[in-house]
């Protein structure tokens, strides 16, 4: 991908994020937001989705001797996998870890608000194993 098909990527994605957040804010409140809200921002999802879609497959044709010459080892590609299975499950992990130590806590801060600060340390250590995915997910980039 050129520079330019990079910047007009990324523009995208930030319109397919600001537009819809716009909307949403700055909208009549009223029930029918939330749906014309969610309508939008799935069109500017899929929009960007689409314009991405086209622009990389509507590069420049390669052959495959050049692109065997190219590629990566298996190596690499297993370890970008690897990468991203570390983050998406730790992070899926700790969303579920975060619902049940959050839940728990909200039960018993209703009961007794002097156990604060003790709930929140084990919300705190449930979204901390969403944070070791991350940094072992880096530390696997970095080897790469």
């Known amino acids: 991908m050129t520079t330019a098909t990079k910047l007009i990527f990324i523009v995208a994605l930030v319109l397919s994020i600001i537009i819809p957040f716009g ?3 700055i909208g009549e409140k009223n029930k029918k937001r939330y749906k014309r809200t969610i309508g939008v921002n799935a069109f500017f999802f899929f929009g960007a989705f689409a314009i991405a879609s086209i622009m990389m ?3 420049p044709t390669v052959h495959a001797a050049d692109a065997a010459a190219t590629s990566g080892s298996l190596a690499t590609g297993l370890g970008y996998i690897a990468a991203a299975l570390v983050t998406g499950l730790s992070c899926i992990g700790g969303g579920i870890a975060v619902a049940s130590a959050a839940s728990a806590a909200l039960g ?3 009961e007794d608000s002097s156990v604060l600060g003790k709930s929140l340390i084990f919300v705190g250590l449930a979204e901390g194993v969403c944070l070791y995915g991350l940094i072992i997910s ?3 980039l970095g080897k790469l």
């Open 23 to 25: 909307y949403y804010l």
């Open 57 to 59: 497959l509507g590069g």
């Open 138 to 140: 880096f530390m696997i």
């Open 108 to 110: 018993a801060i209703s």
